[in-house]
């Protein structure tokens, strides 16, 4: 008992001390605050009262400093496979990136805690309560809806900025040195329907809900903790957005394990196993999981593009409409220049003009492309372009139907 009454005696001396040596309105380090907060983690939530009272007491800001180096491993190098997918700069950006090391992450998640805290007194002190917070934290300041409180005290209020600002450097630094988990997830779940720009933001955003959720008292990693909520947000996005029509998620985890016991199959016998082989592993039935089975065919649209994205077909064009008469029966005797003349009114009109001057259409002399050029005003390579653009126009199927009974005339 007296033991413990001289420990605290230290303890409130080592604090007395402490604050004599803050300077008011002065800054300190993250790593300043580090021999602060590294203590047991029992007496964590009272250390970080403690030591938020007296650094507020003398108007103290807290600022980045110098790194530590056992806080950072070397930057994580991938394959550089998103080249065609929009996000290869990105993926060189975050390279450049060194990652959070196990002593690191602890630090980080410690720093942000007594951050948050601060923070939290602040905006408590100019009437925000926990859920306004929150959205502050999300999307800054001007989301939320600011008490009459908050406008009363501009001073308070500089101070609830100012301290919020200090999180938002933590926090930026905390998620720089885990990025990388976010490219690892997106590389494991791209090309299955969802685009990969779309993967990473969804993957950032449950990066800063792994931040706000993570308990470093449970000894566990952020990157396992983190890595578990970017591949549960990936899974939900694709379940959710990859089907045109929608199916439960409970059958696209079903899928999943089927999936996975044929790849199995398929490595050690050579072979894919049966319905029923494959329901009695999962305790279910064979037409259960023929019927699982067929819910792997996707919806298609009918206006969706084939041929490519110079084709210009959609999957109606390919499809026989029984209703309507064979093009044969419906064809007219139209003349070849009135016919030609609708083709080309459908045409855009800088189209439809250089194929005129290039091909004499209309009785109008045929013109080199340099001359078409100088009538547009643009380069002969332009008018090329323009030329095989409205050509490829012209092969669409609905326009060449209505030429072909002239071929060979």
């Known amino acids: 008992m007296q033991m413990d009454k001289l420990e605290q005696g230290r303890r409130t001396q080592s604090w007395a001390k402490f604050a004599k040596t803050l300077k008011r ?11 602060w907060i590294d203590g047991d983690a029992d007496a964590f939530g009272k250390q970080i009262r403690r030591l938020a009272k007296v650094l507020d007491k003398a108007d103290v800001s807290i600022a980045r400093g110098e790194d530590r180096s056992e806080e950072y491993d070397v930057p994580y190098v991938f394959h550089h496979s998103l080249r065609g997918d929009g996000a290869l700069n990105y993926e060189r950006e975050l390279e450049q990136l060194p990652r959070l090391s196990r002593i690191g992450e602890f630090r980080m998640a410690r720093r942000y805690e007594f951050l948050r805290h601060r923070m939290q007194l602040a905006w408590t002190a100019v009437g925000f309560d926990e859920a306004a917070l929150r959205e502050v934290l999300l999307h800054g300041p001007d989301a939320a809806e600011w008490p009459t409180k908050a406008k009363r005290s501009p001073a308070k209020m500089r101070r609830a900025l100012a301290r919020l600002a200090e999180v938002e450097e933590l926090r930026n630094a905390f998620f720089e040195g885990s990025l990388y988990l976010v490219m690892k997830g997106v590389h494991k779940y791209r090309k299955l329907g969802i685009d990969t720009l779309d993967l990473v933001q969804e993957g950032n955003i449950s990066l800063f809900q792994a931040a706000e959720g993570f308990d470093w008292r449970r000894d566990v990693r952020f990157k396992t903790y983190a890595e578990y909520w970017i591949n549960q947000a990936f899974l939900k996005m694709l379940y959710n957005n990859v089907r045109t029509v929608r199916v439960p998620v409970w059958v696209q985890k079903t899928l999943k394990k089927i999936k996975d016991l044929q790849a199995e199959a398929v490595h050690r016998t050579g072979r894919e196993l049966s319905p029923s082989e494959v329901g009695k592993q999962l305790d279910m039935s064979a037409d259960k999981v023929e019927a699982l089975l067929k819910t792997q065919r996707y919806a298609v649209s009918l206006d969706a593009e084939v041929g490519g994205e110079d084709g210009g077909a959609t999957v109606s064009d390919l499809l026989v409409d029984s209703s309507v ?21 459908s045409l855009p009109e800088r189209e439809r003009t250089i194929l005129e001057l290039r091909f004499g259409l209309g009785g109008k002399e045929p013109r080199t492309l340099f001359e078409v050029g100088e009538i547009l005003g643009v380069s002969a390579e332009r008018v090329r372009q323009l030329q095989e653009a409205a050509i490829r126009r012209l092969k669409l199927p609905k326009t060449r139907e209505r030429l072909s009974q002239f071929v060979g005339a």
């Open 325 to 345: 008469r064979p093009v044969h029966e419906q064809v007219v005797d139209v003349a070849l220049p009135e016919r030609l003349a609708e083709v080309l009114d």
């Open 25 to 35: 309105g002065s800054t300190i380090t993250w790593t300043d605050l580090d021999a």
